[in-house]
């Protein structure tokens, strides 16, 4: 894992919008699997900036999002696919039909996972994927005790995470108790992953992935077996670290052709 300490949050985010848009130059065919929330919305004004100012180009880019909520249609103001359209798709160049998002009123839930499993490998699998983390460790949906080896499915939210949620919808009662999410084992099958974890909130969750033992409780200490793994946090989320100060000091000590 490459831990990356930022001092603030817009500074994390534009660095990992910045990875992004490096790949897309190097591959603008490349494809990009999607995170909402909170988290993200720093990297996807970046992109856009970049999309705007910078004539970064995504005609050729294919995007795979990580989740959806059941029961929620594309039109409701807290589905992912309509977070993904107001905050990153509607403002570049993407073409719809290279977008891909689980589909929250799929009748045949374990017949649409499999699709969009399918579907990722026809595309030759992700290039980068982006992370946010939970503050119970959980990465895209999967909550702790998830798999490590788990593939796309439904899964049932805790009762922490609903309530995390609860500031997109109109009352707590509204947020849904099921969602589609890649498994564990389909973000680790993408080529490369950028965790970004912003804010005291995730200082825990953070120590106990990059640091901790490798379980199932924490789904996101089984990045370490990932081997191309970049973790950005702004100084408040790295503030439970333990060796905080070494990965500062790896990072400045970098070869040149390494930075990014
Ligand atoms: P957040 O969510 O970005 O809104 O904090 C992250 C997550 O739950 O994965």
């Given at each position: 894992m490459e831990i990356v300490i930022e001092s603030n949050s817009e500074r994390a985010g534009v660095l990992a919008a910045r990875l992004i848009a490096r790949l897309v130059r190097e591959k603008p065919d490349a494809v990009l699997g999607l995170a909402t929330g909170s988290t993200p919305l720093g990297v996807y004004r970046e992109l856009v900036r970049m999309h705007r100012?910078?004539?970064?180009?995504?005609?050729r880019v294919t995007t795979f999002n990580l989740d959806e909520y059941v029961g929620l249609s594309g039109a409701h103001p807290a589905s992912y696919r309509r977070f993904m359209e107001e905050n990153l798709f509607s403002q570049i160049n993407v073409a719809p039909q290279n977008v891909f998002i689980p589909d929250g009123m799929a009748s045949d839930v374990p017949g649409f996972c499999r699709e969009y499993e399918d579907r990722i490998r026809a595309h030759g699998g992700i290039d980068v994927q982006l992370l946010g983390i939970g503050g119970d460790g959980h990465i895209g949906f999967n909550e702790p005790s998830s798999s490590l080896a788990s593939r796309t499915r439904i899964k049932t939210l805790t009762p922490k995470t609903r309530q995390d949620n609860?500031?997109?919808?109109?009352?707590?009662?509204?947020?849904?108790?099921h969602v589609i999410t890649m498994g564990v084992g389909t973000i680790l099958d993408a080529r490369q992953v950028v965790l970004l974890a912003l804010g005291a909130g995730k200082a825990r969750a953070v120590r106990e992935a990059v640091e901790g033992p490798v379980t199932a409780m924490v789904p996101a200490s089984v990045l370490q077996m990932h081997p191309s793994v970049k973790v950005l946090l702004d100084s408040q989320a790295a503030?439970?670290?333990?060796?905080s100060d070494y990965y500062r000091w790896v990072y400045e000590n970098k070869p040149d052709w390494q930075r990014f």
């Open positions: 100012e910078e004539h970064l180009d995504f005609s609860a500031r997109f919808f109109a009352s707590p009662e509204e947020v849904p108790h503030s439970e670290l333990e060796r």
